[in-house]
């Protein structure tokens, strides 16, 4: 590829717009240009670099067994409708009407079109297992873009869906993706944590994310460096305090004025937050089991005073469609006062308890009342609760709940995650085959996805300096960055340009009339792992420079050795990358 034909010019100046390094180097650098919110055009640079992701995913899920296939963007709303998620997914989910008003889905993701094939070609447990893939673009209507590629509305993902017949078939192939998301993580040079997570919207019985660590990323994760554990903090369990055992103490109102917070409450009795309980409001979408339609629901999350509630937990407990902070008139509506509430005497309400205040004697809880709290209230004596679970949040600090090691809380981007589907899908849609016994059994399906253009900004976002971005070898748009400089030397690197290619070395060759200062820059922000100068001054020198974007130091390179040096640094570079793909341990 010749620098003069690129279709875009590069820029010197950071985009006002721009958040992250990553999205500011894929806008100078020429690899992307924002259509709108969420919304990016890949460049002939990222497009490359896309492709070459791809193929790695390709060649990993291959490895195990994956056959590609194409499924449609767009989806008829009755698939959607069978599984419910078309009622239960927000206004992420892309609906419209097409021309005979016919309801249509745009996909965000499609295990229903999987289902839908499974429920015509699956007849028999011999055709299992099974691995499907393709790589589909995506339609999230996100309410808050940000972060360049890192957070889109429209994408690129790899969806690999396994069929089993039983569970220990799905237990490999989820392993054989859980191992596989490793390889192709160390193939981009991105590291990566695999977290357990919430299966939300997907549904199913274990997930995992894999996460790359950086203080951009929207998720907090909990890990601990002593064992090992770790989890996303949304469902992030953890070793909670042993409680006192006291005997329990008569209920008693007291006076508190001007103490509607748990902080101001602790310090008017003078008495830890650890002694108090702790009230959140909200209101739950939850399925009414007689008429089967989601009705609004005030939630009463109950936690103790120096703990906060998380919400994800109270949503997977009760299985909400959608959770919100509950409005002023709501809680009122039940006889509860903001900022003195309990549950004691409340009906019309479904109260959540956490497991830790069940246990805990003597807490300090609103009165319903208008600067009153209750002395030594006591769960099951003074009130009762429709579920007792851990609904907590996991802190920096608190001990993890397989050894007791120090929880530490880092920021993550989600780029990939797997699930354990089980028959979600398969029982809502029919999808049966015959087992050995000649008797119908529901599918077992694993669901597995990885974010194309998420992974080449996390790349961007992991490799990169003052001056530009460094691309791993394998992912980078080009090999070599060829540079031409002065007569004699342009008229050297032209045939090094058609031997380097004929040699199987991609090039991207700068042939341009610009001075070699705006070459090298534009060499550096672009960020191809090898650069190739020859000039006036390198030939003086004995030969060509040869430098890797990771490197400080040139080296002279004789002339008539230009392919086979470079073939030796590329080749040096792959098996580098090579020596880091190792079996993990699965966790």
Known sequence: MLMSQNFVKTQRDDPKDAEVISHKLLLRAGFVR?????????????????????????????????????????????IWKETKRFYQIGPELGKFLDRNDHEMVLAMTHEEVVAYLVRKEI??????????????????????????????????????????ATEEGLDIQYRNHYQAYFNIANRCQLPVVAVKSDSGMMGGSIAHEFMYLTPIGEDTLMICKKCGFSANRQISKFTKPEPLKEEMLPIEKKATPNASTIEDLAKFLDIPESKTAKVVFRTASIKNVETDEYEDKLVIAIVRGDMEANETKISNILKAKALRPAHDEEIRAVHCVPGYASAIGIEGAVVVVDDLVAESSNLAAGANEEGFHFLNVNYGRDYKADVVADIATAREGDPCINCGGPLESSRGVEIGNIFKLGTRYSDSMGCNFLNQDGKLEPVIMGSYGIGVGRLLASIAEEHNDENGLIWPITVAPYHVYLVAIGDEGKRIADKAYKNLEAAGVEVLYDERDESPGTKFKDADLIGLPIRVTVSERSLKNGGAELKLRTGKENEIIPVEEIVTRTLAAKEKLEAGIEASIIDVEYR
């Not at 791809?54 to 990993?60: A, L, T, V």
């Not at 940000?146 to 994408?155: D, H, N, P, Q, S």
């Open 123 to 164: 007849r028999s447990y011999k055709q299992m297992p099974a691995l499907i893939y393709h790589f589909q673009t995506k339609w999230r209507d996100d309410a808050r873009p940000r972060a360049g590629l890192i957070r889109v509305r429209e994408f690129v993902m790899k969806d690999s869906y396994s069929l089993d």
């Open 34 to 78: 924002q259509l709108g919110a969420g919304i990016f055009i890949s460049l002939p640079f990222a497009y490359r670099t896309a492709k070459k992701i791809e193929q790695i995913i390709r060649e990993e899920i291959n490895k195990i067994g994956g056959q590609e296939l194409t499924m449609p963007v767009v989806h008829p709303s009755e």
